[in-house]
């Protein structure tokens, strides 16, 4: 079976706590970009994972893909062994969850092939256990994520449907338990689905992803990237998630023409 987990960006992000086990809670909206890896999942003689594509740090036998085999191995110990293929192309610690795409894709796709017949609420239930944004990949449609990311309600985005949008990956790997560790969570000023449910062109005063500032003095790069799609006629720019990708949105409009941008960037541009 040939899946295609896709990145997701996040449209405002607000850390409200630090929890004891040194998680954080946090507001956020996430909503599916279609900037895909590719991930082929077939019965085996043996189990194995090779991968393709943009190197992927760490070890492989702790890749997200085999971790998720493994897991649902633990509770159903007569599967098949399997055949993974991971070709890697979204940016890695640039606040895409891409790691965390590969993963629910791959339960998802695991659930497909071995035939084990689990539900929504089972694979995101295995999904959380991978990582905190995990579970948002199961469903794949915008949400608002409260608790470590992984509590989701549906929040449809109807303004934004078609936009168009860039996505720049400025060739830097933030970790997020280093952008994590950089914040002081606050009770934010107002609820993000409420920013949310206003105009596009009111989000750059009411939509704040709380990483922004918090990476601003190691990585001035990042406000002057969003700075240049406001330039280039965005509606509305900002950092995904822990970073480092930084994008725009135009929506009901053509993209700009190409930004002046050092080679060695990645750039995505298209249509939600
Ligand atoms: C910041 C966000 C926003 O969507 O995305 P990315 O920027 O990574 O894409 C997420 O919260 C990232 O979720 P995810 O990437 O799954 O994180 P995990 O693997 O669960 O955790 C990695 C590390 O980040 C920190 N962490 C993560 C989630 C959370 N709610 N609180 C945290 O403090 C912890 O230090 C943890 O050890
Ligand atoms: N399949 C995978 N793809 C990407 N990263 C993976 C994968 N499996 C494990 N990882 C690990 O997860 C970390 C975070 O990956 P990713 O979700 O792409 O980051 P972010 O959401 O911050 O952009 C990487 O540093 C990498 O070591």
């Known amino acids: ?19 004891p086990d040194g998680f954080h809670t946090l507001e956020t909206v996430m909503l599916p970009l279609p900037w895909c890896d590719a991930l082929e999942v077939l019965p085996a003689a043996e ?3 090779t991968l393709t594509g943009r190197p992927i740090p760490g070890d492989p036998t702790t890749n997200l893909c085999r971790r998720a085999y493994e897991l649902l191995r633990a509770d159903f110990p007569a599967v098949p062994p399997v055949q ?5 192309v979204v940016p890695i610690g640039a606040g895409l969850g891409g790691g965390s795409a590969d993963a629910a894709f791959c339960l998802r796709a695991l659930n497909t092939v ?8 089972q694979l995101e239930a295995y999904a959380r256990r991978l990582g905190s944004d995990c579970a948002f990949f199961i469903r794949n449609q915008p949400a608002l994520a409260l608790g470590r990311g992984d509590e989701l309600a549906p929040l449809p985005l109807p303004q934004l449907r078609g936009a168009a949008c860039k996505v720049i990956y400025p060739n830097l790997h933030i ?3 280093e952008a994590y560790a950089g914040v002081t969570p606050k009770t934010p000023a107002h609820a993000l689905s409420a920013a949310l449910a206003g105009p596009v062109e009111t989000w750059r005063e009411t939509v704040v992803n709380d990483f922004e500032a918090a990476l601003a003095p190691k990585y001035p790069l990042l406000g002057q990237l969003k700075q240049q799609l406001y330039d280039a006629g965005a509606a ?3 950092l995904s998630g822990s ?11 053509e993209l700009p023409p190409a930004l002046p941008l050092p080679a060695e960037y990645l750039v995505w541009d298209g249509q939600l």
């Open 236 to 238: 509305y720019a900002s």
């Open 175 to 177: 970790s997020t338990a």
């Open 1 to 19: 079976m040939l899946v295609f987990p896709n990145a997701k960006l996040n449209l405002g992000l607000h850390i409200t706590a630090r929890r």
């Open 47 to 49: 189990t194995s994972l």
């Open 243 to 253: 970073g480092s990708a930084v994008f725009g949105l135009w929506p009901g409009r």
């Open 114 to 121: 071995l035939e084990l017949s689990l539900t929504d609420e």
């Open 84 to 88: 993974i293929h991971l070709h890697k």
